[in-house]
């Protein structure tokens, strides 16, 4: 069982940055691949970014490539989502989710692959 638990949203002005971070519990952290996710109002919940188990791999949506980056540090049990140059758009509940056995490309893009999810932090962008 992992518990995990997002921090770090607010409201930021457009152009601006934040960082959110997701701590998880339990011992096995490392060998979980970790993903980021968001929700606006009315929208279905959509991929933001993911990083493998090991940090040597990462992936990005295109809306958010070239602005935010994944990171995790193992020995904190903490993955983190580096957000710059936030837009309006960027508006939303964003959530962290940890998955084992991600053996292909596109299984980091999908929500059903993940196993453990936060409750969330909510992100607003002002214009």
């Known amino acids: 069982q992992v518990q995990l638990v997002e921090s770090g949203g607010g409201l930021v002005q457009a152009g601006g940055s934040l960082r959110l971070s997701c701590v998880a519990s339990?011992?096995?952290?490392?060998?979980?691949?970790m993903g980021w996710f968001r929700q606006a109002p009315g929208k279905e919940r959509e991929f933001v970014a993911a990083?493998?188990?090991?940090?040597?791999?990462?992936y990005y949506a295109d809306s958010v490539k070239g602005r935010f980056f994944v990171s995790r540090d193992n020995a904190k049990n903490t993955v983190y989502l580096q957000m710059n140059s936030l837009k309006p758009e960027d508006t939303a509940v964003y959530y962290c989710?940890?998955?084992?056995?991600?053996?292909?490309?596109?299984?980091?893009?999908?929500?059903?692959?993940?196993?453990?999810w936060g409750q969330g932090t909510q992100v607003t962008v002002s214009s």
């Open positions: 989710a940890a998955a084992q056995g991600l053996y292909y490309y596109n299984d980091y893009f999908k929500p059903y692959k993940y196993d453990y």
């Open positions: 990083i493998s188990w090991s940090g040597g791999n990462t």
């Open positions: 339990g011992r096995t952290f490392s060998s979980y691949a």
